[in-house]
């Protein structure tokens, strides 16, 4: 089994009966304040963008439903100015690519996104919401080996979120993921078993996952 047939397993890609747990959206709300923390206390900001990664299905139910997000993110467009992309990565990965200066935005675009499936039945075909952060330049107060961003990436098949600092090279820093874990423990439900933190790899150095 490869790294990406692996996280996808643990993502809950290979199937509905794989979920754990009933998706629930009403846990990415925690990611509203999380921001504040993140900025406030650990100098990280918005990159101003944020995805919903899923697994799609070879139907027409399947992609009417996928034309009902897009439905629903276009009007949301037209309210709040957050845009959004439909696209599949590398590999094989379908993504809702949200873009907006604010968090909150984000956080409640993701949230239309995956109530939307849910409610329409395929709440399991939802992998990861993935949201991303970059380092405050004047704030580094770090070497030149610390990651730059940071991902919150929530499980819908754990239901828990878990941090994510990719480096160049494929390289995680794993100092700064668990000073995330500490910090935002109790204010985001937290994956407390690190064999569940995979990580989603940018195609390449300086990407975004869901790019």
């Known amino acids: 089994m490869g790294l990406f047939d692996t996280i996808r397993t643990v993502l809950g890609t ?6 754990t747990r009933d998706a629930d959206p009403e846990d990415l709300f925690g990611m509203s304040t999380a921001y504040v ?5 650990l100098g990280f900001v918005s990159v101003g963008a944020a995805a919903l990664c899923f697994s799609g299905v070879d139907s027409t139910d399947f992609a009417e439903t996928v034309d009902d997000v897009e439905a629903i993110l276009r009007a949301g467009e037209e309210e709040t100015g957050t845009e959004f992309e439909l ?14 200066d604010d968090p909150e935005d ?39 080996g610390d990651a730059d961003r940071a991902y919150w990436i929530y499980s819908f098949r ?19 993921e668990f000073k995330l874990e500490s910090m935002l423990d109790g204010e985001l439900g937290l994956e407390d078993d690190e064999s569940y933190w995979y990580p989603m790899w940018p195609d390449r ?6 790019e």
């Open 14 to 19: 290979n199937a509905e009966a794989d979920a």
């Open 37 to 41: 923390t993140m900025e406030a206390d």
């Open 87 to 100: 696209r599949e990565d590398s590999h094989g990965w379908e993504w809702v690519v949200l873009r907006d």
């Open 106 to 144: 984000l956080v409640t675009s993701v949230h239309f996104a995956a109530d939307e499936f849910i409610e329409r039945g395929y709440g399991s075909r939802i992998l990861a919401a993935v949201f991303g952060f970059e380092r405050i330049e004047d704030r580094r107060g770090g070497d030149d």
């Open 158 to 176: 754990r239901g828990a979120y878990y941090p994510f600092a990719p480096k160049r090279g494929k390289e995680r820093d794993q100092r700064l």
């Open 205 to 210: 150095d300086g990407g975004h996952p869901w």
